[in-house]
Nanobody, 127 residues
Framework: QVELLESGGGSVQAGGSLRLSCAAS????????MGWFRQAPGKEREGVAA????????HYADSVKGRFTISQDNAKNTVYLQMNRLKPEDTAMYYC????????????????????WGQGTQVTVSS
């Protein structure tokens, strides 16, 4: 059974930083592509960042490029999202997702390409 467990959310002031973690289990981690998504109240879930098994190349939404960094530790079956220079508009529930085996097209992650989802972790940025 595939499980994804996010942690690391919280409340920060604008300009601050947070690091989200997503611990994966129940599948061969190296076979998957991993993505981070977010959903603000009243808005659709949107892709934030993804990292692809084959190339290891990260992809970011324009809104977070230069501020967020996705990385992974294959030994720990964990993917991270380092978020710097946070803005109030980054406030949302953040979700980790996996495409297993990886069928997602490289690029900004699309919700329809991901099979498994974590429960989410809240990020709140105050001005």
């Amino acid at each position: 059974q595939v499980e994804l467990l996010e942690s690391g959310g919280g409340s920060v002031q604008a300009g601050g930083s947070l690091r989200l973690s997503c611990a994966a289990s129940g599948y061969t981690y190296s076979s998957a592509c991993m993505g981070w998504f977010r959903q603000a109240p009243g808005k659709e879930r949107e892709g934030v960042a993804a990292i692809y098994r084959g190339s290891g190349t990260p992809h970011y939404a324009d809104s977070v490029k230069g501020r967020f960094t996705i990385s992974q530790d294959n030994a720990k079956n964990t993917v991270y999202l380092q978020m710097n220079r946070l803005k109030p508009e980054d406030t949302a529930m953040y979700y980790c997702a996996a495409s297993v085996p990886c069928t997602a097209v490289p690029g900004v992650p699309n919700v329809y390409d991901y099979d498994y989802w974590g429960q989410g972790t809240q990020v709140t940025v105050s001005s």
